[in-house]
C-alpha cells in the first residue's frame, strides 16, 4: 500500500454532518482523557521535533505514528462519510418496541448508534492511552502526519478534552528535505510524479484546517518559527504542559544531513499544485 493512497479531498463538511446526526450520545468515563494530538501538513515538517518538546514533560507519553501505514484513524473517519438521516433512517435499530425479532425483516438490524463512538473511543483508548497510563504516565499523545482536519474532527468526537497542534512547513523546504531521504525514493514512480504526490498531500492536508469551526481547540504552529523556540511556552500554556525546548534544540536528531536543491520542474510543480495552500500561509519558493 503507498503510503499516499490516503484519500485526496478532506471532507471536513462531511464530518461535521454526520458528527452532528450522531451526537455524542451518553457520556463516558473517558470523556475526562485530555491527549494531546500533533497533526502535520505531511513529513519533514518538525513534527517530531515538537513530539520530543512534549515529551520533555514527563507526565505525557506521545506515540509517533503509531500503526500509521494501516490507515487506523483515517479508515475511522472515513465510516463517518456514510453516515447521515437518510441512511441511519432505513435501518433498524434494536430498542424496546420491536417486538418479536423473528417476525421481522432484520437483513439491516443495527446497534444504536451511539454505540459508533464508544466503540471507536474505546479502540483508540485501548490502544494509546491505557497503555500510556500503564507505563506510570498521566496524559498521552499522538504524532501523526497522515491525517487531515476530518480526522481531527473525528478524534475530537471521540476525546472531546483534547488539544491539537497542527505543524505547517514551507511546502518547497519540506519537499526538498524529504528528497534525499530512502522513504521518499520508495514511493515515488518517478520525480515528476513524486513531486506531484508531496504537493497534492501538502496542499490538501495544509487547506483542510481553515475548514473547521472557529472553536476548535488547535493551534496551528509553523516549523520556521518552531526551529527558534517561537511560540513553544505559549503553546505548553494553552496545552498545560511544561516543555523545555531548549533541551530538544539543543539536540537536534533525524534532520537532513544532505542538502539538496530543487529543479525548475519541481519548484513550478509544487508551486502549481500547492497555490492554495501556498496562499493561505504565505509561502514563497526557496
Known amino acids: 500500500m503507498s503510503i499516499h493512497s490516503r484519500r485526496g479531498v478532506s471532507d471536513v463538511p462531511g464530518a461535521l454532518r454526520a458528527i452532528k446526526t450522531l451526537g455524542t450520545g451518553p457520556a463516558s ?13 505531511g513529513w519533514r515538517t518538525g513534527s517530531t521535533m515538537l513530539q520530543r518538546m512534549l515529551l520533555t514533560d514527563s507526565r505525557i507519553l506521545v ?19 456514510w453516515v447521515s438521516e437518510e441512511q441511519l433512517g432505513s435501518r433498524l435499530f434494536l430498542d ?15 446497534p444504536d448508534p ?22 506510570g504516565y498521566t496524559r498521552w499523545g499522538m504524532k501523526e502526519v497522515r491525517l487531515d482536519a476530518a480526522d481531527a474532527l473525528m478524534l475530537h468526537w471521540l476525546f472531546p478534552r483534547a488539544r491539537f497542534l497542527f505543524l505547517v512547513r514551507n ?12 522513504m521518499w525514493r520508495e514511493w515515488r514512480d518517478s520525480p515528476r510524479r513524486g513531486v506531484k504526490r508531496h504537493a497534492r498531500y501538502w496542499n ?64 513550478e510543480l509544487i508551486a502549481q499544485h ?3 495552500g501556498i496562499e493561505a500561509f504565505d509561502y514563497h519558493p526557496p
Do not use: H
Open 114 to 135: 451511539e454505540n459508533l463512538r464508544l466503540s471507536f473511543q474505546r479502540l483508540a483508548y485501548d490502544l494509546l492511552g491505557a497503555p500510556a497510563k500503564r507505563a
Open 63 to 81: 506515540w509517533g505514528e503509531p500503526y500509521g501505514p494501516m490507515e487506523l484513524w483515517a479508515s475511522l473517519s472515513r465510516c463517518l462519510e
Open 274 to 276: 500547492c497555490s492554495a
Open 204 to 267: 490538501s492536508i495544509a487547506c483542510s484546517w481553515s475548514l473547521l469551526p472557529p472553536d476548535f481547540p488547535k493551534r496551528v504552529m509553523r516549523y520556521e518559527q518552531l526551529v527558534l523556540g517561537e511560540g513553544v511556552a505559549e503553546m505548553a500554556e494553552w496545552a498545560n504542559l511544561d516543555i523545555d525546548a531548549s533541551r530538544v534544540l539543543d539536540n537536534r536528531v533525524g534532520s537532513t544531513k544532505k542538502k539538496v536543491s530543487l529543479t525548475d520542474l519541481e519548484t
Open 171 to 182: 511546502p518547497f523546504e519540506a519537499y526538498a528535505s524529504m528528497r534525499p531521504m530512502k
Open 29 to 41: 468515563s473517558l470523556d475526562s482523557e485530555d491527549p494531546v494530538f500533533v497533526l502535520a501538513a
Open 96 to 110: 424496546d418496541d420491536l417486538g418479536e425479532l423473528s417476525d421481522k425483516f432484520v437483513a439491516n438490524l443495527y
